[in-house]
């Protein structure tokens, strides 16, 4: 058992803390946001995240999660000090540390014993040491700072902690290294290992899986996109590469590029991060540009199809950058929405769980149903933005009887091409064939 304290309730503070006293550590939860610690006090989760309002509950009852606003009490018995503060990116591209930097200075005035103070935030190469400078800056008292990166997929968060493919651990000083492997001993499985290095590399590690991943995604986005000009069919392609065991079937499905909170923040930071560096990351300059075109695939589509959208009328199936979460930030379905209203078209959302997000940035923009089918009234097509389980079996009956013409674009890929063309619509997807309705 161990004492951790964990600056920073936002998600990957809450899942890192939940996770820990989940396997039998105290965990005492700093925020300044006095409102949402008063909420978490009272077990309210406040972001969706399967099978985490479980752990919450459960470890809240037995009292080994805790919340407050007060560094100082919430460090004081703690022998470990997890950062897990917002990074987020300045105007161009580079994470901002003010609250890391911050909050070590706070450290440095508050310590009167030796401490394990973790970076769990993703920060550019070199921030360890800035830390470490900044709290040295304020104390002699002996600390180790540790780069701990998270590797944790949003709708998959509990799962990826509790189960890591592997936990990387940035730190040189020993002490710290039998205090992190003590505390990580009970996630680590055969084949599944804890990677000991430097601060530096391990800082680098997340930037790079992160980036390597979109990378993949973005490449194989080119591909789909090359298979619609000469007329093959991304589908066997993908199947014929990801069979190659060097390359994996994971990460290779083509769509409307890549979104939320990691990869479109991690991969411009990297690039920055070379810039800053004169190192020229030709490679993620392209990835970036690519998925920024990728974002509006699907207006290109729309286009073609109708000419002029002004007064059409467009029913979106899907909001949120990825299915499981409510998390709208760097959505491609934004991106489209934006294009569609710019050019005088209507929009008629459905989203199951990234409703509310979406009204608060867009308000009336465009509307909302509260149900899939609903969206369809009087619409000229379905255009599907998200693979949410809910839209993969529909009732084509409905969509035909309610939509104006029988006209799918679908950004994702949800349906087979040998099923849809039982179906009698228009679809159009992504680096496949396009399907005319039988007449
Ligand atoms: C990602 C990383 O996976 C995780 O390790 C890191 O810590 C945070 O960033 P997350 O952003 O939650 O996690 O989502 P992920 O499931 O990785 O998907 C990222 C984006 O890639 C989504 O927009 C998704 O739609 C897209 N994607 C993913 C594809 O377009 N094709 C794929 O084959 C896989």
């Given at each position: 058992?161990?004492?951790?304290?964990?600056?920073?309730?936002?998600?990957?503070?809450?899942?890192?803390?939940?996770?820990?006293?989940?396997?039998?550590?105290?965990?005492?939860?700093?925020?300044?946001?006095?409102?949402?610690?008063?909420?978490?006090?009272?077990?309210?989760?406040?972001?969706y995240e399967p099978h985490l309002d479980v752990l919450f509950e459960r470890n809240i009852k037995q009292k080994r999660l805790q919340?407050?606003?007060?560094?100082?009490?919430?460090?004081?018995?703690?022998?470990?000090?997890?950062?897990?503060?917002?990074?987020?990116?300045?105007?161009?591209?580079?994470?901002?540390?003010?609250?890391?930097?911050?909050?070590?200075?706070?450290?440095?005035?508050?310590?009167?014993?030796?401490?394990?103070?973790?970076?769990?935030?993703?920060?550019?190469?070199?921030?360890?040491?800035?830390?470490?400078?900044?709290?040295?800056?304020?104390?002699?008292?002996?600390?180790?700072?540790?780069?701990?990166?998270?590797?944790?997929?949003?709708?998959?968060?509990?799962?990826?902690?509790?189960?890591?493919?592997?936990?990387?651990?940035?730190?040189?000083?020993?002490?710290?290294?039998?205090?992190?492997?003590?505390?990580?001993?009970?996630?680590?499985?055969?084949?599944?290992?804890?990677?000991?290095?430097?601060?530096?590399?391990?800082?680098?590690?997340?930037?790079?899986?992160?980036?390597?991943?979109?990378?993949?995604?973005?490449?194989?986005?080119?591909?789909?996109?090359?298979?619609?000009?000469?007329?093959?069919?991304?589908?066997?392609?993908?199947?014929?590469?990801?069979?190659?065991?060097?390359?994996?079937?994971?990460?290779?499905?083509?769509?409307?590029?890549?979104?939320?909170?990691?990869?479109?923040?991690?991969?411009?930071?990297?690039?920055?991060?070379?810039?800053?560096?004169?190192?020229?990351?030709?490679?993620?300059?392209?990835?970036?540009?690519?998925?920024?075109?990728?974002?509006?695939?699907?207006?290109?589509?729309?286009?073609?199809?109708?000419?002029?959208?002004?007064?059409?009328?467009?029913?979106?199936?899907?909001?949120?950058?990825?299915?499981?979460?409510?998390?709208?930030?760097?959505?491609?379905?934004?991106?489209?929405?934006?294009?569609?209203?710019?050019?005088?078209?209507?929009?008629?959302?459905?989203?199951?769980?990234?409703?509310?997000?979406?009204?608060?940035?867009?308000?009336?923009?465009?509307?909302?149903?509260?149900?899939?089918?609903?969206?369809?009234?009087?619409?000229?097509?379905?255009?599907?933005?998200?693979?949410?389980?809910?839209?993969?079996?529909?009732?084509?009956?409905?969509?035909?009887?309610?939509?104006?013409?029988?006209?799918?674009?679908?950004?994702?890929?949800?349906?087979?091409?040998?099923?849809?063309?039982?179906?009698?619509?228009?679809?159009?997807?992504?680096?496949?064939?396009?399907?005319?309705?039988?007449?």
């Amino acid at each position: 058992m161990k004492n951790i304290a964990v600056i920073g309730t936002g998600y990957v503070g809450l899942v890192t803390g939940t996770c820990f006293a989940e396997t039998g550590n105290n965990v005492i939860c700093v925020d300044i946001d006095k409102e949402k610690v008063e909420r978490l006090k009272n077990g309210e989760v406040p972001i969706y995240e399967p099978h985490l309002d479980v752990l919450f509950e459960r470890n809240i009852k037995q009292k080994r999660l805790q919340f407050t606003t007060d560094l100082a009490s919430a460090i004081k018995d703690a022998e470990i000090i997890f950062l897990a503060l917002p990074t987020p990116p300045g105007e161009d591209g580079s994470a901002d540390l003010s609250y890391v930097l911050g909050v070590a200075k706070d450290l440095g005035k508050l310590i009167t014993e030796y401490k394990v103070i973790i970076d769990k935030s993703t920060v550019p190469v070199g921030t360890a040491d800035k830390v470490t400078a900044a709290i040295k800056a304020e104390t002699d008292v002996p600390f180790a700072v540790v780069s701990n990166p998270e590797f944790l997929r949003e709708g998959y968060a509990v799962d990826d902690f509790m189960n890591p493919d592997r936990v990387i651990i940035g730190t040189e000083d020993e002490k710290a290294k039998i205090v992190m492997k003590e505390l990580y001993q009970p996630f680590i499985r055969d084949g599944h290992p804890l990677i000991f290095m430097d601060e530096k590399s391990a800082e680098l590690t997340k930037y790079a899986a992160n980036a390597f991943l979109a990378t993949k995604i973005t490449f194989m986005n080119e591909v789909a996109n090359f298979c619609e000009i000469v007329g093959a069919d991304v589908d066997k392609v993908r199947e014929g590469m990801g069979s190659d065991t060097r390359i994996g079937h994971r990460f290779l499905y083509p769509g409307i590029g890549f979104g939320g909170s990691c990869f479109p923040k991690d991969v411009s930071a990297l690039m920055k991060s070379g810039l800053d560096n004169n190192f020229d990351f030709s490679i993620i300059d392209a990835v970036l540009n690519v998925n920024k075109k990728q974002r509006i695939k699907l207006l290109d589509k729309i286009l073609d199809y109708f000419g002029d959208i002004k007064g059409k009328k467009f029913a979106l199936w899907g909001l949120s950058f990825k299915p499981d979460t409510d998390d709208i930030r760097e959505a491609p379905a934004l991106y489209l929405i934006d294009e569609l209203i710019n050019r005088g078209a209507e929009v008629v959302a459905f989203d199951p769980e990234g409703m509310d997000n979406v009204k608060k940035l867009l308000g009336d923009k465009i509307s909302y149903v509260e149900n899939q089918y609903d969206a369809l009234d009087g619409a000229d097509a379905l255009l599907i933005a998200t693979e949410w389980s809910v839209f993969k079996n529909p009732d084509f009956n409905l969509i035909k009887s309610k939509l104006n013409s029988p006209v799918i674009f679908d950004g994702r890929n949800i349906f087979n091409l040998s099923d849809i063309q039982e179906k009698g619509v228009y679809y159009s997807s992504i680096g496949r064939q396009t399907i005319l309705p039988k007449v």
